[in-house]
């Protein structure tokens, strides 16, 4: 009966390389979204999709891409991997406005 | 720009000794304050919404207050596990997205 999952749990990669990371919710959510959470456990938006409109943080590098092929599903790309993209990805939807997270993706770049 | 800020970084109990945590923020337009309880290699877990200054929420041994200025997380008698990180965040404006702070890392000693 799991709300938010979340595919690979763990994920390590050279740079360069580009890899995906899925997202389903079975909560009947309309609204999903990615978290980037870094090492000092601060967590940060990257996107926001709901009902095909998307929002995207300013600050979020163009090598990463939001796809989303319905609306329990959104699945993150990111081209080009830097050391630096390494952190846990949390994707997450919501009804209202309280989110509910998934398990998390432990993104490790060499 | 919406900053929350999170004190103590750490916070280690005794079991049964009753403490708070602090969240400040400053923002524009508060719409709800959202506390999350994270434990290690997992996602966040929600807690409470606390949305106009005066409210109040409990939780077993846990207790969320709300003021235009800040929220205090009350832990009353603490037990082992109760440790994990607090994450509070804030809800602003029109955009569905929370900014959250670093988090209160608290560990609860047998």
């Known amino acids: 009966d799991t709300a938010v999952s979340q595919t690979p749990k763990y994920l390590v990669t050279q740079m360069g390389n580009d890899k995906s990371i899925k997202c389903e919710q079975n909560?009947?959510?309309?609204?999903m979204y990615w978290y980037k959470q870094d090492s000092k456990k601060f967590l940060k938006i990257m996107f926001s999709?709901?009902?095909?409109?998307?929002?995207i943080n300013e600050t979020v590098p163009n090598r990463f891409s939001p796809k989303s092929p319905d609306k329990a599903h959104l699945n993150l790309h990111i081209n080009s991997l830097e050391l630096g993209d390494s952190a846990v990805y949390f994707c997450?939807?919501?009804?209202?406005?309280?989110?509910?997270f998934g398990p998390g993706t432990r993104l490790l770049v060499l | 720009e919406d900053q929350v800020t999170q004190s103590p970084e750490a916070l280690r109990l005794q079991e049964g000794e009753s403490s708070s945590l602090n969240c400040s923020y400053t923002?524009?337009?508060?719409?709800?304050l959202f506390w999350y309880r994270q434990d290690p290699g997992k996602g966040p877990e929600f807690l409470f919404t606390?949305?106009?200054a005066g409210e109040e929420k409990e939780k077993e041994r846990l207790k969320a207050t709300l003021t235009k200025k800040e929220s205090f997380l009350h832990i009353t008698a603490p037990k082992p596990e109760d440790s994990a990180t607090y994450l509070c965040?804030?809800?602003?404006?029109?955009?569905?997205?929370?900014?959250f702070g670093s988090g209160t890392q608290l560990t609860v000693l047998p």
């Open positions: 923002v524009s337009g508060l719409r709800g």
């Open positions: 606390l949305y106009s």
């Open positions: 965040a804030v809800l602003t404006g029109s955009a569905r997205q929370l900014t």
């Open positions: 997450a939807s919501s009804q209202e406005d309280r989110p509910d």
């Open positions: 999709y709901n009902n095909k409109e998307l929002i």
């Open positions: 909560l009947g959510h309309d609204t």
